[in-house]
């Protein structure tokens, strides 16, 4: 039992030695020392910021956009009277059923002692052959005039007020 109590009394001296003595951490003391001294910082002050004004929302009076607008009196409205309207009771052409936009011209042909024909493909990859006096796309389109290079057409669209206007497009020749 001497033996156990001599070898715990010297494990515990060792364990005690280790805390004491201040040696060990003068390096850190010294440069805590001089970073202390060093001559203080000045912290700048924060910068100043612009007072916020408020929106003010002055549309307020207006007509919401959500609103349905107010109708305007159409009888002071100059009217234009105009005898343009489509012919609803001739059959419609294969061309009718695609928009103009839909539709591209793609070359010509000619046959000798008639008129000039135009190639139109449709969205489907159709290809028709149309002259002057036929019809294509969805606003009653008539192809007013056709050459190598573009096809004129007159559409017949609604002018929103009762009545119908020729709008005039052209179909021009896609290179590929």
């Given at each position: 039992m001497?033996?156990?109590?001599?070898?715990?009394?010297?494990?515990?001296?060792?364990?005690?030695?280790?805390?004491?003595?201040?040696?060990?951490?003068?390096?850190?003391?010294?440069?805590?020392?001089?970073?202390?001294?060093?001559p203080k910082?000045?912290?700048?002050?924060?910068?100043?910021?612009?007072?916020?004004?408020?929106?003010?929302?002055?549309?307020?009076?207006?007509?919401?956009?959500?609103?349905?607008p107010?109708?305007?009196?159409?009888?002071?409205?100059?009217?234009?009277?105009?005898?343009?309207?489509?012919?609803?009771?001739?059959?419609?052409?294969?061309?009718?059923?695609?928009?103009?936009?839909?539709?591209?011209?793609?070359?010509?042909?000619?046959?000798?002692?008639?008129?000039?024909?135009?190639?139109?493909?449709?969205?489907?990859?159709?290809?028709?052959?149309?002259?002057?006096?036929?019809?294509?796309?969805?606003?009653?389109?008539?192809?007013?005039?056709?050459?190598?290079?573009?096809?004129?057409?007159?559409e017949?669209?609604?002018?929103g007020?009762?009545?119908?206007?020729?709008?005039?497009?052209?179909?021009?020749?896609?290179?590929?």
């Amino acid at each position: 039992m001497k033996g156990v109590s001599f070898i715990g009394i010297a494990v515990l001296g060792m364990l005690l030695s280790g805390c004491g003595g201040d040696s060990q951490f003068t390096d850190i003391k010294a440069k805590m020392a001089e970073v202390k001294g060093r001559p203080k910082g000045r912290i700048e002050p924060p910068p100043e910021f612009k007072v916020y004004k408020a929106f003010s929302y002055s549309a307020a009076a207006l007509r919401s956009p959500f609103e349905q607008p107010v109708d305007v009196e159409l009888a002071a409205l100059p009217q234009r009277k105009s005898n343009v309207k489509p012919d609803f009771n001739r059959p419609k052409e294969v061309l009718e059923q695609f928009g103009t936009d839909a539709l591209s011209m793609v070359g010509t042909l000619t046959r000798p002692g008639s008129s000039l024909y135009a190639l139109v493909k449709d969205p489907d990859s159709g290809l028709h052959r149309v002259k002057e006096g036929n019809y294509l796309g969805r606003n009653f389109g008539k192809i007013v005039s056709i050459t190598p290079n573009k096809i004129d057409v007159i559409e017949i669209v609604s002018d929103g007020q009762d009545g119908w206007v020729e709008r005039p497009r052209t179909l021009v020749l896609r290179e590929e």
